[in-house]
């Protein structure tokens, strides 16, 4: 094994120690199927905690993935979930990733003030 795999390849004695397990185990045979768990089906995905975390996000937009956890009482992981795919971070806001067509107009009217502005300056 060590030919193949090289430094990955397993110790003999983790090796050992498996075979051990197996030959041990309830009628000389190891249960390699899943077993049912006993864990809360996920429910902080769904649509409540989902406008929860835009609402938050479009109160402010610099608001952080574990402030949101913490408010809703969920964990960062399901919040990332939530938000990975209506937001991406961009200079630290987060910002949607489908734009509405008022805010691809506000994204041309912005500049347009800016350099008049800046034009007047000079």
Known sequence: M??????????VSTVRRWVRWFKDGELGQADLSDKTRSRRSVTASDQLHQDHVEELIHGNRRIKQKEIAVALGISKERVGHIIVFGFRKVCARWVQRVLSDEMKAERVHIPREILEHFEKGR
């Open 2 to 11: 060590q030919a193949v795999y090289g430094d990955q390849c397993v110790d």
